[in-house]
């Protein structure tokens, strides 16, 4: 499996995301229950190239078995979508083009996102969005869950993903 993880983490082999000072993609396999272990081998770039496309086609499996909360605001108008799981392979969901193809037919052609914490994902159309309102949650997120991932805001489009920025003034 191919999954995302804080910089702070350093598996033996990764990369960071396009834009990324702080968010990791790296090779692991399942260990007991939730549980997933950073892949401790050696990869060739060609291996690397297969192993991403393997790991994309299983998250896209796992992405159809998802079901986003979806929050509305008083006028019944959907301001963001967030996804809680507990499988550790579900925040790579984000890295697939049907990630992007089913967010778009909710807030439009680009998106952004951002992944608090390993168990949570939160997605927002890139205008008029309610993210300032959402700050708060996805910082709690962060700093109170026993697996964070990363404070950066990732925008999505039909280009791919890359870091854009921060929901915490802090990280820098």
Known sequence: MLLLGPSFDRPPIYRFLPGSKRTLLY???????????????????????????????????????????????SHGIIQMAVIVSEDPLATSCILTTGFLQRFSAIFGPELLVA???RNRIYVFPKLANSLPSAIGSMKDDFLISPMPLSTEIFEL???????IGSFDPDAG
């Open 27 to 73: 090779p692991a396999r399942r260990g007991k229950g939730t549980d997933a272990v950073p892949f401790d081998g050696k990869l060739s770039p060609a291996e690397w190239d297969l192993f991403v496309k393997t790991a994309r086609e299983r998250s896209s499996l796992l992405l159809s078995t998802l079901n986003p909360t979806m929050v509305r605001d």
């Open 157 to 163: 489009s039909r280009f791919g993903l890359r870091a």
């Open 115 to 117: 992944v608090p914490a």
